[in-house]
């Protein structure tokens, strides 16, 4: 597997996940980290875009699902993301996504946060 990587860090995004009425009904920001691992030789040599990941488009994939259809979990939001990268990315060999909600209230105890992160392979 490729040791290279590339990292987008900190995309916010706003959305209405949760189990909680409160969380479907009023929204709330997710924060996205992307790190996807695969070989950069060609790219850093050529310097052409078609032989690395558009960092753009990876925004977007993660924006389009984050402020997308209502789920219930984190986990599903990071899986969701995983795959889309996955599906438009060949030359991607690994992802890792961290969801992280900023404000979660457990009880009547407000956290600093919440996240969830997955780690997937070709």
Not at 33 to 58: I, P, Q, W
Request: hydrophobic share 40%; no cysteine; proline share 3%.
């Amino acid at each position: 597997m490729a040791e290279d990587k590339i990292f987008l860090e900190g995309m916010t995004f706003s959305g209405f996940h949760g189990t909680l009425a409160s969380e479907r009904d009023l929204g709330q920001p997710f924060i996205v980290d992307v790190e996807l691992r695969l070989d950069l030789r060609e790219a850093g040599a050529s310097d052409d875009l078609t032989k690395t990941v558009d960092y753009s488009a990876v925004h977007d994939q993660a924006k389009e699902i984050v402020e997308g259809e209502p789920v219930n979990l984190t986990e599903t939001l990071a899986e969701r993301i995983a795959a889309a990268i996955f599906e438009d990315h060949p030359m991607v060999e690994a992802v890792k996504v961290k969801v992280k909600k900023p404000h979660v209230r457990l009880g009547g105890t407000v956290l600093g946060g919440s996240a969830v992160e997955v780690m997937r392979e070709r």
